[in-house]
């Protein structure tokens, strides 16, 4: 059975890798299958799909959207999702707006308290595009002197400690899942390892979310381990990847390395195909 890998990221948000390059490196490592899962973004994975055919590489749609809940940032994964569905087009460019307005309040707090003056322009440079992130905050700093390092920025002056002073303006965690099903998808709970407790990842999960990421870089061999045990009692798709953002990147050495059985795709592929079929009859 072939290998997956359900989280990538690429130019069309905070990877450095193009989307077409990111199904190059897909084929050299073997991979049968990938979703790239853009921040509020299905650009890269529009963008990637002719390369895809070309090079026999499945790729399914995939997005990683921003949500909040009880103060703080939660990530849900979408896969399989109808990306044509104008809805669900229209939403993510609204949670686009909602991570410009969060980049400006970032800005702010370090040119205000830190002394460090960064432009939003000076940002969208560097990503290339409106859809900013703080990745593309830390390669200005390092072209500015201010740190040596991706990981300096994120621990002096871009960690959870600023983003939680931030006031969100994404949308909450219930409507993420509703608009990821609404458009024939399945949602999974991003990278739990690292960011929540055991309780924190019941509670997100008795919101209706389909999945949970079990397999990442993040998670140790005992978490691993403990999420799968939890998705397999409560009946979710066990989804993973690398959360591969590019060369040089924080788990770089992670893509190809990092991946899913593909009997765990055909779970998202049999649930998302249930999904669309019921909406179908019902006339949705």
């Given amino acids: 059975m072939g290998k997956a890998d359900l989280h990538i990221h690429t130019t069309a948000s905070d990877g450095t890798c193009a989307p077409g390059e990111i199904v190059e490196l897909a084929r050299s490592k073997s991979l049968n299958t990938i979703a790239i899962t853009d921040h509020d973004s299905i650009d890269g994975y529009l963008e990637a799909r002719k390369s895809a055919e070309e090079h026999s590489v499945r790729l399914i749609p995939g997005v990683e959207i921003t949500a909040h809940y009880a103060g703080k940032e939660i990530h849900v994964l979408g896969y399989n999702f109808d990306p044509y569905k104008n809805e669900f087009i229209q939403f993510l460019k609204k949670q686009r707006m909602a991570r410009l307005n969060r980049m400006e309040q ?136 690398s959360d591969f953002h590019g060369n040089g990147r924080e788990y770089d050495p992670y893509f190809g390395i990092v991946t899913l059985s593909e009997k765990y795709v055909a779970g998202i592929d049999r649930m998302t195909r249930q999904r669309k079929k019921l909406q179908m009859d019902m006339g949705i």
Avoid at 114 to 137: F, L, M, Y
Avoid at 173 to 180: D, F, N, P, Q, T
Avoid at 207 to 232: N, R, T, V
């Fill in 106 to 241: 970032i800005l702010d707090h370090l040119r205000s308290k830190q002394g460090i003056d960064i432009t939003i322009d000076e940002v969208k440079a560097q990503a290339k595009s409106t859809n900013v992130g703080r990745p593309h905050v830390a390669q200005i700093m390092i072209k500015k002197k201010v740190v040596a390092s991706i990981a300096e920025a994120f621990i002096r002056y871009l960690g959870l400690p600023l983003i939680e002073k931030i006031k969100i303006s994404y949308a909450g965690l219930e409507e993420v899942i509703e608009k990821i099903s609404e458009a024939g998808g399945a949602s999974s709970l991003a990278h739990p390892g690292p960011l929540y407790t055991m309780d924190e990842v019941e509670e997100y999960l008795d919101y209706g979310l389909d999945g949970i990421e079990c397999m990442h870089p993040g998670h140790s061999f005992e978490e691993q381990k403990k999420f799968i045990s939890l998705a397999q009692a409560r009946d979710l798709l066990i989804t993973g990847g």
